[in-house]
């Protein structure tokens, strides 16, 4: 019995001691990791610049799995701290480890959470009015959107939302995807009508929100887009004006949008109603989506072109934009320019 107990104290001292000793070495790896997040980072980014050098003898390199889990808490770590530029560098080693277990659809995941990061740091930037740095981050958002755009299929959907990211820095981006999606198709020509305008090439603009409005009608899916088909009819009218194109270059469609609000302003208001075709679906005609009020203002604006009576244009264009709240920014815009190229010679 003596003997028993004796070994089985013998036993519990040494797993003591065996806790302690674990104990210790945990407390001594604490202390050596550093706890700054940038010292943190900065380690890791040795230990990938190590992966990258071991090429025969890969059970030297450290864990891709390791680096690639702190490179993650990291990233979510500045996001926390706001510190997004230090957050986009941590999403771009996450993107490098990605690359080497061969996964292109995380990677350019990867890639595209670093260039919003730099994309939110030079927007602060920019807000602080910082002389330094943000240039940088700019060029760094371009760089990460350009590496996720090359990592996928160009048929997907993921690659035209990148593209699309990217045209928001990148203006003059003539990259596309194939990607053909009806909705994408009616966003990207909407975009690039509104650059076109940004641009003064009204001519393209136009050509832009026609086929808008053939794609829409075209696809019997009229119902799901009112608010823009009749953003896009207050455009074409208002481009019509500017432009003052003579009618042999004027399109069919351009001609009945013209003829039907200049019919308004004679005294016809009937004419200013909503027509419904098959299934109660809206026949493709002038003023299906507009509001009647903003019906008989642009009747007006048309009448006074069409009559050339200039000075009269020029205060309806500004009442027609002071009255109605609803109209966007490109349309605003528009209506200042008309004004401005009036007031030059009326």
Same mark, same amino acid.
């Given at each position: 019995?003596?003997?028993?107990?004796?070994?089985?104290?013998?036993?519990?001292?040494?797993?003591?001691?065996?806790?302690?000793?674990?104990?210790?070495?945990?407390?001594?790896?604490?202390?050596?990791?550093?706890?700054?997040?940038?010292?943190?980072?900065?380690?890791?980014?040795?230990?990938?610049?190590?992966?990258?050098?071991?090429?025969?003898?890969?059970?030297?390199?450290?864990?891709?799995?390791?680096?690639?889990?702190?490179?993650?808490?990291?990233?979510?770590?500045?996001?926390?701290?706001?510190?997004?530029?230090?957050?986009?560098?941590?999403?771009?080693?996450?993107?490098?480890?990605?690359?080497?277990?061969?996964?292109?659809?995380?990677?350019? $995941?990867?890639?595209?959470? *670093?260039?919003?990061?730099?994309? #939110?740091?030079?927007? +602060?930037?920019?807000? &602080?009015? @910082?002389?330094?740095?943000?240039?940088?981050?700019?060029?760094?958002?371009?760089?990460?959107?350009?590496?996720?755009?090359?990592?996928?299929?160009?048929?997907?959907?993921?690659?035209?939302?990148?593209?699309?990211?990217?045209?928001?820095?990148?203006?003059?981006?003539?990259?596309?995807?194939?990607?053909?999606?009806?909705?994408?198709?009616?966003?990207?020509?909407?975009?690039?009508?509104?650059?076109?305008?940004?641009?003064?090439?009204?001519?393209?603009?136009?050509?832009?929100?026609?086929?808008?409005?053939?794609?829409?009608? $075209?696809?019997?899916?009229? *119902?799901?887009?009112?608010?823009? #088909?009749?953003?896009? +009819?207050?455009?074409? &009218?208002? @481009?019509?004006?500017?432009?003052?194109?003579?009618?042999?270059?004027?399109?069919?469609?351009?001609?009945?949008?013209?003829?039907?609000?200049?019919?308004?302003?004679?005294?016809?208001?009937?004419?200013?109603?909503?027509?419904?075709?098959?299934?109660?679906?809206?026949?493709?005609?002038?003023?299906?989506?507009?509001?009647?009020?903003?019906?008989?203002?642009?009747?007006?604006?048309?009448?006074?072109?069409?009559?050339?009576?200039?000075?009269?244009?020029?205060?309806?264009?500004?009442?027609?934009?002071?009255?109605?709240?609803?109209?966007?920014?490109?349309?605003?815009?528009?209506?200042?320019?008309?004004?401005?190229?009036?007031?030059?010679?009326?």
């Amino acid at each position: 019995m003596d003997k028993l107990r004796s070994s089985s104290a013998g036993s519990g001292q040494l797993g003591d001691q065996q806790q302690q000793l674990q104990q210790q070495q945990h407390q001594q790896q604490l202390e050596q990791y550093p706890r700054n997040p940038i010292e943190q980072y900065l380690r890791a980014s040795t230990k990938i610049k190590k992966i990258e050098r071991v090429v025969f003898f890969k059970r030297f390199a450290p864990s891709v799995a390791d680096v690639q889990a702190d490179f993650q808490r990291l990233a979510y770590s500045f996001e926390e701290s706001g510190i997004m530029q230090y957050a986009a560098m941590c999403h771009i080693g996450y993107a490098k480890c990605e690359s080497y277990g061969g996964a292109p659809q995380r990677e350019a $995941e990867a890639y595209l959470r *670093a260039a919003r990061d730099f994309q #939110l740091a030079h927007n +602060e930037f920019r807000l &602080l009015q @910082l002389r330094t740095g943000h240039n940088g981050f700019r060029e760094g958002a371009l760089h990460c959107y350009n590496n996720a755009a090359e990592r996928v299929a160009d048929s997907g959907v993921f690659k035209a939302a990148v593209l699309r990211e990217l045209k928001q820095l990148q203006r003059q981006l003539e990259r596309t995807s194939s990607f053909a999606s009806p909705t994408h198709q009616i966003h990207d020509l909407e975009m690039g009508a509104e650059m076109s305008m940004q641009r003064e090439d009204y001519r393209n603009a136009l050509l832009q929100l026609d086929d808008i409005v053939d794609n829409i009608y $075209e696809r019997r899916a009229a *119902a799901m887009y009112v608010e823009l #088909l009749r953003r896009v +009819e207050v455009l074409r &009218l208002l @481009l019509l004006v500017h432009l003052n194109l003579p009618p042999a270059r004027q399109s069919p469609a351009h001609i009945k949008l013209i003829e039907y609000y200049y019919t308004v302003a004679q005294f016809e208001p009937h004419l200013a109603t909503p027509c419904l075709g098959y299934n109660n679906e809206p026949v493709e005609r002038p003023g299906a989506f507009v509001p009647l009020q903003q019906q008989y203002a642009l009747a007006e604006i048309v009448c006074a072109w069409v009559e050339r009576q200039m000075c009269d244009l020029k205060h309806m264009l500004i009442d027609f934009g002071n009255e109605n709240s609803s109209l966007s920014q490109t349309e605003r815009q528009l209506i200042k320019t008309i004004y401005s190229e009036l007031s030059k010679v009326y």
